[in-house]
Nanobody, 120 residues
Framework: QVQLVESGGGLVQAGGSLRLSCAAS????????MGWYRQVPGKQRELVAT???????DYADFVKGRFTISRDNAKNMVFLQMNNLKAEDTAVYYC??????????????WGQGTQVTVSS
């Protein structure tokens, strides 16, 4: 069992910043990659950013230049620095980790989500 716990969400005005954190714990053998996704009611969950063990990153077009994903491999943590937030960024943000939980088995694990609300 792998658990992911997000923190850092909240209410912020447009143009402001937030930093999301996610810590993975439990039966972790090796984390392949981690990422952030977001979802609003009635829509599919969408990719925000991902980062692999070698710190290579991928961003959705709508956050490029504004958001930065990073990770601390030793601490099994991933972060999302969100700058110049827009009202359209309002969503529940979920942490994801693709993780080997044994030497041979891997799965995608998800956090409970943290609400980000941007007022305009």
């Amino acid at each position: 069992q792998v658990q992911l716990v997000e923190s850092g969400g909240g209410l912020v005005q447009a143009g402001g910043s937030l930093r999301l954190s996610c810590a993975a714990s439990g039966s972790i053998f090796r984390i392949i990659a981690m990422g952030w996704y977001r979802q609003v009611p009635g829509k599919q969950r969408e990719l925000v950013a991902t980062i692999n063990a070698g710190h290579s990153t991928d961003y959705a077009d709508f956050v490029k230049g504004r958001f930065t994903i990073s990770r601390d491999n030793a601490k099994n943590m991933v972060f999302l620095q969100m700058n110049n937030l827009k009202a359209e960024d309002t969503a529940v943000y979920y942490c994801n980790s693709r993780t080997y939980y044994t030497v041979t088995s891997w799965n995608d694990f998800w956090g409970q989500g943290t609400q980000v609300t941007v007022s305009s």
